[in-house]
C-alpha cells in the first residue's frame, strides 16, 4: 500500500514538472518572438527610410539627365537648322549654275548643228572637186598613153623589170666588193694578227678523249651487274633513256641512244654496279647515279661562267653548258671547246676594243644546241639561239650563236667572233680526231658535189678537206655566175656532209687568151 501512494506521488509530479517546462518554454517563445518582431519592424524602418534617399537621389539624378538630354537636343536641333539652311543655300547656287550650264549646251549645239551643216556641203564640194580630178586624170592618162603607144600597165611591167635588173646589178656588185674585201691582204693580215694573238696568249686543255659506248666486261660480271635473268637492263634503260646491246658472249654491252648524258648515267651504273654489285633497289640506286650527275651539271655550268667571270645565266642555260661536258664532236669535249672558243672571242674583242664579256658570253652559250639534239630535230645552232631568246639572252648573243654556222645572218661583229672563235678552236692541231676512211670519203664528197654543177672544170679537196677549189671554164661561167656558184656549193656541202668546222669554197675563173705567131 505504501508503494502504491509512493508510485502515484511520483507521477503527480512528474505531470506538474511538465506543465510548469511547458509554461516556462511557452513563455520563452513568447520572449523570443516578441524580439524578433521588433528586429524586423525595426529593419522594415531602416529600408523604408534608405529606399525613400535612393528614391530621392534617382529622381534627382533622372532629372539633371533629362535636363543635360534636353539641352543636346536642342542644340543638335540649332545644328541641323543651320546645316539645312546651308544646304539649301547650296542648291540654289547649283541650281543657278546647272541653268547656266543648260544655257551653254544649248548654244553648244546650235554651234555644232552649224558646223556641221557646213562641213557637209564642204564635204560636197569636195566629192565633186575629187570626181572632177579623176575625170580629168582618166583623160590625161588616157590621152599620154595614146601619145606614148603604151598603156599604163606596160609602163608599170617595163619599170619594175628595169628596177629588178638594176637591184640585181647592185646586189652583184656588193657581192663581189664584199668578196674583194674579204680577200683584201691587208684586212687578211690584221684578221690573222689578232687571231694569231689570241692563239699565243691561250694555253688550255690540248688533249681528246672518248666517250665509248662500247663497254668491255669482265668475265662473269654480267650476273652481278645486270641481275641472273639480265632483269636489270630494263630498268637502267628505262632511267637513262638508252637501249643497252649485250654482246653474244657476254664480253661487252654497247650503249645505243643520241643522249650523251643518258649514256653517261648507264655507264655509272655500270661502273658502280660492277664493283660493288647490284643491291637493294636497282631503279633507286640509278635514279641515285642520275641525280647526282645533274648536280655535277649544274656544277660545271657555273664553273664555266665563274672561270670566265661573267654573270651568271638562266638555270636551264647553266644546266644546258654543263651537260656539253659529256657531249664529244669528232673526241673534242664540248665543255672545253666551249670555254676555250669563249676565251679565244674575248682576246679578239679586245683586240678590236669590243665588250670582252659580251664576247664570252655568247661564245660559250653557242654550241648549247648540241645538248638538245637528241630530242629537238634541226641545226643545234637554231635550237640554241630559240632556246637562248626565249630564256631572256640578248639579241646580240641569240644571233651569235644562230649565226656561228650560217643558219642565220651575222648581224653583228659578235657573231663573226665566235664563228671565227668555234672555227679556231675545233681547228687547231689534236683538237679533233676523225677516222682514215671517213676523212678520205669525205675529201672524195667534197671534190664530186664541187665537180657536180655545170660548167666546172676541176674540184679540188685541198688543206686537208678545209678548202675546195673549183675551176670554171670562162666560156660558160660569168663573174656574177661565179659568185652564185660559190654560194651554191656551200650550201650543197652544209647539207649533204657532216664535218668539224667550217670548208671553204673557192671559185676560180680565168680568161686565158691566146695567138699563134706563123
Known amino acids: 500500500m505504501t508503494s502504491f501512494v509512493l508510485y502515484g506521488a511520483a507521477a503527480v509530479l512528474f505531470v506538474v514538472t511538465f506543465v510548469i517546462a511547458r509554461r516556462v518554454a511557452g513563455a520563452k517563445r513568447e520572449q523570443e518572438s516578441a524580439r524578433a518582431r521588433a528586429e524586423a519592424q525595426a529593419v522594415r524602418t531602416t529600408a523604408l527610410a534608405e529606399a525613400a534617399r535612393e528614391r530621392a537621389q534617382v529622381e534627382a539624378e533622372a532629372r539633371t539627365e533629362a535636363l543635360a538630354l534636353r539641352e543636346a537636343a536642342q542644340l543638335e536641333a540649332t545644328r541641323a537648322e543651320e546645316e539645312l539652311r546651308r544646304r539649301e543655300d547650296s542648291l540654289r547656287v547649283r541650281e543657278a549654275q546647272l541653268a547656266a550650264d543648260v544655257e551653254r549646251v544649248s548654244a553648244k549645239e546650235t554651234a555644232a548643228a552649224a558646223r556641221e551643216q557646213a562641213v557637209s556641203a564642204i564635204a560636197e564640194r569636195s566629192k ?92 662473269g660480271s654480267v650476273p652481278k651487274i645486270f641481275g641472273a635473268s639480265l632483269e636489270h637492263i630494263p630498268v637502267i634503260e628505262e632511267v637513262a633513256n638508252i637501249k643497252l646491246q649485250l654482246a653474244d658472249d657476254q664480253s661487252a654491252v654497247r650503249l645505243d641512244g643520241q643522249d650523251s648524258f643518258g649514256r653517261e648515267i648507264a655507264r655509272r651504273a655500270i661502273a658502280r654496279f660492277g664493283k660493288n654489285g647490284a643491291r637493294g ?83 660559250l652559250m653557242h654550241d648549247i644546241g648540241k645538248a638538245l639534239t637528241h630530242a ?17 639572252e640578248s639579241e646580240l648573243v641569240a644571233n651569235a650563236i644562230g649565226a656561228h654556222h650560217a643558219d642565220e645572218p651575222c648581224n653583228s661583229a659578235y657573231a663573226s667572233l665566235v664563228a671565227a672563235a668555234d672555227a679556231m678552236s675545233g681547228a687547231r692541231p689534236g683538237a679533233r680526231r676523225e677516222q682514215t676512211d671517213n676523212y678520205v670519203q669525205r675529201l672524195e664528197e667534197l671534190e664530186r658535189i664541187g665537180g657536180a654543177f655545170p660548167g666546172v672544170e676541176r674540184a ?22 661565179a659568185v652564185e656558184l660559190s654560194s651554191e656549193v656551200a650550201a650543197r656541202i652544209s647539207d649533204e656532209l657532216t ?15 691566146m695567138a699563134v705567131a706563123g
Open 281 to 363: 633497289d636497282v631503279k633507286k640506286s640509278v635514279e641515285q647515279i642520275r641525280d647526282e650527275l645533274e648536280r655535277e651539271v649544274f656544277d660545271l655550268g657555273k664553273r664555266a661562267f665563274k672561270e670566265l667571270e661573267i654573270q651568271r645565266a638562266h638555270p636551264d642555260i647553266v644546266r644546258l653548258v654543263g651537260r656539253l661536258n659529256w657531249r664529244t664532236s669528232y673526241t673534242q669535249n664540248q665543255w672545253k671547246h666551249a670555254v676555250e672558243a669563249a676565251f679565244l672571242c674575248g682576246m679578239m674583242a679586245n683586240e678590236l676594243g669590243l665588250d670582252v664579256k659580251l664576247a664570252r658570253r655568247a661564245a
Open 499 to 513: 664535218f668539224p668546222g667550217q670548208i671553204k669554197v673557192t671559185v676560180i675563173r680565168e680568161v686565158r687568151a
Open 376 to 392: 629537238i630535230d634541226g641545226s643545234h645552232a637554231v635550237i640554241g639561239a630559240d632556246y637562248a631568246r626565249r630564256l631572256g
Open 460 to 481: 679540188f679537196a685541198v688543206q686537208g678537206g678545209r678548202e675546195v677549189r673549183i675551176y670554171v671554164r670562162e666560156d660558160r661561167v660569168s663573174d656574177e655566175q
Open 128 to 219: 565633186k572637186a575629187e570626181d572632177e580630178r579623176r575625170r580629168i586624170e582618166d583623160e590625161l592618162v588616157k590621152t599620154l598613153e595614146r601619145v606614148a603607144g603604151e598603156t599604163r600597165l606596160d609602163v608599170r611591167s617595163r619599170l619594175v623589170s628595169e628596177w629588178v635588173d638594176d637591184a640585181r646589178a647592185e646586189a652583184e656588185e656588193s657581192l663581189r666588193r664584199l668578196e674583194e674585201g674579204a680577200t683584201d691582204a691587208a684586212r687578211g693580215r690584221e684578221a690573222k694578227r689578232v687571231m694569231g694573238i689570241a692563239i699565243q696568249r691561250y694555253a688550255g686543255h690540248y688533249l681528246t678523249e672518248r666517250l665509248l659506248s662500247n663497254l668491255p666486261l669482265v668475265p
